[in-house]
């Protein structure tokens, strides 16, 4: 997957991990729960989903921005609400946060942004029912983020 970085490109290898097949719509990778030989990650009922995510940032990015909305949907394509998100791979080097306001996951900078750089940040994504609270759905988002070496 190629994607503009502000005045370049740069290309990411985004392979589906053993059993998962790529939606041919959403370009995920989707691991189906419903069989009962297949069992998801982290106990999720009906999937497990990785979703590729690129944005291209200049530099000079101002604290406190907000950066990428990330969203949890079911298969009917309605938005899970009861969804909590968690930062899984975030070096302490990497200025990235991410907030949770009616279960969308906002990630921000608590920092300004001026380093030309890619940054790679993973965040698990998890969908609870509203009987049980347990696990329906689990996505993983791959999200990479290129900050330019220029303020425009």
Not at 51 to 66: C, I, N
Not at 81 to 109: A, K, S
Not at 125 to 147: G, L, P, R
Request: hydrophobic share 40%; glycine share 4%; charged share 20%.
């Amino acid at each position: 997957m190629c994607f503009n970085t502000l005045g370049e490109f740069t290309c990411i290898d985004v392979p589906c991990p053993r059993g998962y097949q790529r939606d041919p719509i959403t370009n995920n990778c989707v691991l189906e729960c419903i069989d009962a030989e297949i069992a998801c990650p982290q106990s999720s009922k009906f999937a497990d989903i990785i979703e590729f995510r690129t944005l291209a940032l200049p530099s000079g990015v101002l604290a406190q921005q907000d950066l990428i909305r990330l969203t949890a949907y079911n298969q009917n394509n309605e938005i899970l609400h009861r969804t909590v998100f968690t930062i899984l791979e975030n070096d302490v080097l990497i200025p990235f946060q991410i907030r949770l306001e009616d279960g969308i996951g906002i990630v921000y900078t608590p920092r300004v942004l001026e380093d030309s750089r890619l940054y790679k940040i993973k965040v698990q994504a998890k969908s609870f029912d509203n009987v049980k609270d347990s696990i329906q759905y689990q996505t993983t988002f791959m999200i990479h983020i290129s900050v330019s070496a220029f303020p425009y």
